[in-house]
């Protein structure tokens, strides 16, 4: 059947509610386009014993491999976790529940089972480890009547300290009270344990100083000190071992790492209300110290952001308060450090604003012309910026699999978050649902009759990602309703595309939509000669569209439109898609 008489077809299946039954859950799709049940399920059993919650899902004409359900917040930092930890292929990526049709394993009531070993006779022959003896515990150099003698000689407040320093190690967590009560036996036990010492529960003279060393060392690295920042206004304790006052320029005074700590503070000081505080919340998530897992919330009153990667953990908190909006950012270095724990908490222990003393906001600077003002601060930039086109009211985007593929958050029109609903990496397609319904100017209409001849084309794009507010129209012509080995789902263009217009829509002089710009390699690794592109077509746009359960409008036959309006249309209907990471 000819692409656009199959076209024909699809518009016809499609047509109806669409997604008036959509799930709202969302799922980590490891693996898609498996052919059988049965082979969904022998590659599900691959990843069950690693990860829980592994289902293989029917996805028609297909089966995937997927993990779930989550909230979208949950899904996000599970995607980022098992990413990191190289549990599953980097290029998993979010897809909503009604992506799928069915669960095909493990079937209701069926007990998840992990696949036999690939190489069942080499697993067999290899003899199971023997445990490591326990090593000895080093022996005491006090007799534990001389440990306790020698305890009862320190004052409530050096009880105090070896309280708070079995805390920092982690196991002490009630009162800091002075009192050794059973809570505190324990965690000397503990302690004691994990350093190899026999568990008693009381600590010799050198145990005692050991721990101390520890937390003393420590503490005087951080060189916590409670600060006034009287231009802030704002009494809070910082680690000023580690941070130094570098610059004020409102909405932020900003203390910068000391020596090579790699932490930063900023404390938060501008004039405003509640929308004040929504605009420094998108002000922050913008910085680079503020990593985009981690959760968040957001009201009238106050905000939370914690952030973390491979690189750096952050905390900020801000909260509206006559009139003023204050808070604090820290910033610390990726990795275990207690001392970051210890720092936080003195931080949200002290933290208390002051009244009638705000910075200065100097022509509302740096809040209302954005955050490439704010001095020494690393703004966040996408990983890159695609081309999308919406295709139905409620704001779903259809682009190119290698805009999203690997994206950790995925944006459209400049800061909408949205997910991957589905993805074909055999047409090298993409469908993005926003996680908020949007309401396009315009939505793509397919065209349904095959142009004649090299017609002229244009595709909508970004090639330069969001530094300019309105798609390009790069104009060229279509060469051949078939790919360079005659696929019949592509088309040959002759045009001159950048990266940015990848994903981007392919429309003819009427501004109906003939395909979707794939990457200039194609949909392979092979990279085309210049002035040469292709695209997917209308075809196996509606095919796509069609497993989805998307209608789509089919455009009318009229006279070409005059470049001007064919910008104008292509502009209410095109999308920059930027991924982040």
Known sequence: MQPFLRLM???????????????????IQVEGAVRTADD?????Q???????????MAKPP???VAI?????????????RLRRAGTIPSDAFIARGNSYTEQVWPKPGEATAPAPAESPTETAATPAPEPEPAPEPIPAEETRAEARASERALDREAKRDLQRALQYEGFYNSTIDGSFGQGTRRSMAAWQEAKGYEATGILTSKQRQILMETYNSAMASLGLETITDEAAGIEITLPMGMVQLADRQAPFARYDEKGDSGVEVLL?????????????????????????????TLDTRDFTLTGSNARVQSYAYARLVDGHVKGYLLSWPAGADRRQEVALEAMKNSFKPLPDQVLADEEGAALQQGVNLLVGLAVREPTRARSGVFIDNVGHVLTAFEAVEGCTKITINENTDAVIQTVDQISGLALLAPTEEQAPLAVAALVTEAPVGKAQVAVAGYPYGSKLRAPILTFGTLAELQGLEGEVTLARLELDARPGDTGGAVLDANGGLLGVLLPPHGNGNQQLPEGVSLAVNAGAVAEFLAAQGIATEVAEATEALHP?????????????????N
Do not use: H
């Open 9 to 27: 077809v699809f518009l016809v299946l499609v047509a109806g509610p669409g997604l008036a039954n959509a799930q709202q859950d969302f799922w």
């Open 40 to 44: 969904v399920a022998k590659r599900a």
């Open 46 to 56: 691959i990843y069950a014993p690693k990860v829980e919650n592994v289902r293989g």
């Open 62 to 64: 297909y089966f995937s």
């Open 68 to 80: 779930g359900p989550f909230t979208e917040a949950e899904a996000r930092n599970e995607l980022s």
């Open 268 to 296: 938060i000081s501008q004039t405003g209300d509640d929308a004040t505080l929504g605009g420094l919340y998108d002000l922050l998530e913008g910085l680079e110290i503020v990593p985009l897992e981690g959760d968040r």
């Open 564 to 580: 001007e309006d064919l910008s104008a249309r292509a502009a209410d209907m095109a999308t920059v898609i930027n991924c982040w």
